[in-house]
């Protein structure tokens, strides 16, 4: 059984910083590509980045390329999310996902992937 576990979240100023880690543990020789989503009060869950495991390749939402850095550990099994010059806008619940199957391919897609973490809290005041 894959568990991902989150932490790393909190509260911070408009202009801060905070850095989200998630730590998988199971079955992690499988991974295909893991990724961080993100939920606003009232708003449907959003794809915020993404890597693939084996090229290390990343993506982003345009909402955050630029501002947002996606990297990953492959002796610890752990992905981060560090986010620079946070807004008031990125406040929301933060999830990590793992997709165990299918293609070894990019995907922003929620359907894609296999497990999540719990979330962790990210909020920026102004």
């Known amino acids: 059984q894959v568990q991902l576990v989150e932490s790393g979240g909190g509260l911070v100023q408009a202009g801060g910083s905070l850095k989200l880690s998630c730590a998988t543990s199971g079955r992690t020789f499988s991974i295909r590509n893991m990724g961080w989503f993100r939920q606003a009060p009232g708003k449907e869950r959003e794809f915020v980045a993404a890597v693939i495991w084996s090229t290390g390749s990343t993506y982003y939402a345009y909402s955050v390329k630029g501002r947002f850095a996606i990297s990953k550990d492959n002796a610890l099994n752990t992905v981060y999310l560090q986010m620079n010059n946070l807004k008031p806008e990125d406040t929301a619940v933060y999830y990590c996902?793992?997709?165990?199957?299918?293609?070894?391919?990019?995907?922003?897609?929620?359907?894609?992937?296999?497990?999540w973490g719990q979330g962790t809290q990210v909020t920026v005041s102004s």
């Open positions: 996902a793992a997709r165990y199957s299918g293609s070894y391919y990019y995907t922003e897609k929620e359907q894609d992937f296999d497990y």
